[in-house]
Every structure is written in C-alpha cells, then in structure tokens.
C-alpha cells in the first residue's frame, strides 16, 4: 500500500504542523467567540425579559437581523465596516491607519453574529423555569442580582444545555467562514495545502475528520454537562 504511506506521508509528515496549527487557532476563536456570545445572548435575553420599550425594541433589533441575514454577509459587514469605524475614530484623533488585529477581529464578529442565537437559547431556558421559584425567593426579599446568580442561572442550565451545544457545534464549522477575511484557520490551511499538491481529495478529506473528531469530544462533553445538571432536575 505505497499510495497510503505516501498519503500519509503528505498530510502528517509534510503538512501536519500545519493543520495541527490551523486547528488549534480555530479551537481557539471557537472558545472565544462562544463566551463572548454567551455573555452578550445572556445580556439581550434579559433585555428582552424585563428590559423597557428602547432597549427591548433595540434587543430585538439585534436577533432580528443577525438571525435573518448570512452569517458570511454578517461577518464581511462587521468586519470591514468595523475596520472602518475603528479607523476613522482613530483619524479624528489624528492618528494614522490602525491595522486590525485579525484574531481578535475573528472572536468579536463570531461573538457578536452568535449572540443574538444564545439570546434566543437562553430566553427560552430562562421561561421554562417555574415561575413560582423566582416568585418565592422576590417573596423573601431577595434582589435582582441575587435571583439571576442563584435561581435563574441555575435552573436555566437543564434546559438550554442542548441548545447551545448545538450552538456550539454550528459555530466551530462557522469559525471557516473567517477565512474569507484572510484569517489563516483550519480551512484556510487546508486550502494553501491541497493547492500546493493538488492533492484536494485527501486534504478535505482529512479536514473533514478532523472536525468530526471534534464534534465527537465536544458531543461527549456536553453530555456529561447534561448529565450532571439533569440531577437538578424534579423527578417526573
């Protein structure tokens, strides 16, 4: 079997580095760009909750058209019109061109189109809690904060677990479409890869296994998380 040592040969011995690296940066903006939108989604669900006119019609503005146009046209906008803006604030101030730090420029787009999806996760979580909890601990006297941090947080988990391991998984393939800013991730490697050895079957292939792999831990993770809240829950 010549032609699968020689395979192997190409994508671990020449090309694994590489990929190895192109991976761990993806895996990175992953992580990044999912706690920012989780910070940001838990913001506008509560906006969305107990939030007045302005900021609820403003929240719901924000899912609105994050969710209704491409993520791809999303994350060109943001990214460029981003640029934009940070440059020109920077000329008003008399300073030159500021270039654009492509990493974390990755995790803030990626945070801000995945916000407004764990918005709506975390709404829905949040409204499946009985409301005789919230009401009993408003009945002792409890403030806001205290309610959020130790009932509402929680008892939310059980229900919006699945829902943003999903999220989760759509965002780790997501994190490809940065390459299309130039961000030099998993795909984009891939692609430098297979057009320097014409060898586009095997690479793909091999990037495709690569994100199976991850999606594989990732499914066990999220299913110990799952197990381990489930025992918060009633018994039916």
């Known amino acids: 079997m ?3 040592q020689q395979a192997v040969q190409t994508v671990i011995g020449d090309w694994g580095g590489a990929l190895m690296k192109g991976a761990l940066v993806t895996m990175q903006i992953s992580f990044g760009a999912f706690a920012i939108g989780l910070v940001i989604g838990l913001t506008v669900a509560l906006i969305k909750m107990t939030g007045n006119g302005p900021l609820r019609a403003l929240a719901n503005g924000y899912t609105t058209v994050c969710r209704a146009v491409p993520e791809l046209l999303l ?3 943001l990214y460029y019109a981003g640029s934009d803006l940070i440059n020109a604030i920077a000329g ?3 300073h030159g061109p500021v270039e654009v730090n492509g990493f974390m420029a990755a995790v803030v787009v990626l945070g801000i ?4 999806y764990a918005a709506e996760i975390i709404r829905g979580a949040v409204q499946a809690i009985p409301h005789g909890h919230i009401e009993a601990a408003k009945a002792f006297g409890c403030r806001r904060g205290f309610i959020v941090r130790r009932i509402i947080l929680p008892e939310m988990m059980p229900y919006a677990l699945a829902g943003l391991s ?3 998984l759509v965002l ?5 479409l940065i390459s ?3 961000y030099n991730e998993l795909l984009f490697t891939t692609k430098q890869a297979a057009g320097s050895t014409r060898e586009y079957l ?3 292939l091999s990037v495709a296994a690569i994100y199976l792999a991850v999606t594989l831990l990732s499914n066990a993770v999220f299913g110990r998380f799952e197990r381990n809240f489930s025992r918060w829950m009633p018994a039916n």
């Open 202 to 204: 095997l690479f793909y």
């Open 172 to 176: 780790i393939k997501d994190s490809a």
């Open 166 to 168: 999903n999220l989760w």
């Open 113 to 116: 189109v995945q916000g407004a």
């Open 2 to 4: 010549d032609w699968i």
């Open 92 to 94: 008003l101030f008399g």
């Open 180 to 182: 299309v800013v130039g």
């Open 75 to 77: 994350i060109l906008l």
